[in-house]
């Protein structure tokens, strides 16, 4: 699920692309690597990511690179960068993971040099959700004084949405508790675990989806708000 603050993106990349309906696109890298145990298909995954992104591409505004750093190390994810903006004529979103990536321990080495070059570079760059929270500001106001735009992966929790200053972020909560049988209600800015709420996913699966995304979008609306509102004043969330 996608929260927006601003899809006012550099006209000078995207001109017309800019649609009403904001829709990034992701690369698959992290199922990638969960389902291709070599790199025998990468080429492949590639043709077809860049096909759907040509045959799609009145739908979409921006997509993101394939960061597979651990997989393939970084000159190849720099070059596969650059060979989607040859073919697609947009830049891809660069995600930055850096040396403290907890989850593929030493395969990620971007350094915020790195980060600098993309803020510099492109209209609109990407934050892994492992980020240490203790760079956020000093990187998002960094990107925010070279007119880029932040992405955050993975970072819906109430508790960093409201706290650091994304253009947008994104994550799959909204579905991800629904697979243990439970559910989120929002109250205002507060989450409630609603757990073991079974009986009537047991009758209809697709309520708990339905469910989820319903109360998560309710979450959006209060986050998008938020940020739209901080434009004039410095509004406290609910939860404080």
Sequence with gaps: ????????????YYGEAVKRNFLLIDSGA?????????LDGLDKWIKVYIRFLKKNQDYWNTY??????NRIGYKQVAEIRQHLWDEIGVPPMPVWHGKDHYYY???????????????????????SGSTPVK?????????????CQVHGFAFTSPTKVFQYDFDTVDSTSWMQLFRYGNITMFNGDVPK??????????????????????????FSRRVE?????????????LYI
């Design 30 to 38: 992290h199922t990638f690597q969960k389902l291709e145990n070599n």
């Design 64 to 69: 993101v690179e394939m960061d597979i750093d």
């Design 193 to 218: 675990i609603i757990k073991n709420y079974k009986l009537k996913f047991d009758l209809n699966p697709k309520y708990g989806r339905n469910f989820g995304f319903a109360e998560w979008c309710k």
């Design 1 to 12: 699920m996608l929260f927006l603050k601003n899809t006012n993106l550099s006209k000078e």
């Design 225 to 237: 708000l938020h940020w739209e509102l901080k434009k004039h004043f410095e509004p406290k969330p």
């Design 135 to 147: 760079y956020l500001p000093k990187m998002l106001e960094y990107a925010h004084k070279h007119k």
């Design 105 to 127: 321990n030493d395969g990620f080495n971007r350094t915020i040099q790195d980060w600098k070059n993309y803020c510099k570079t492109f209209p609109y760059v990407g934050l």
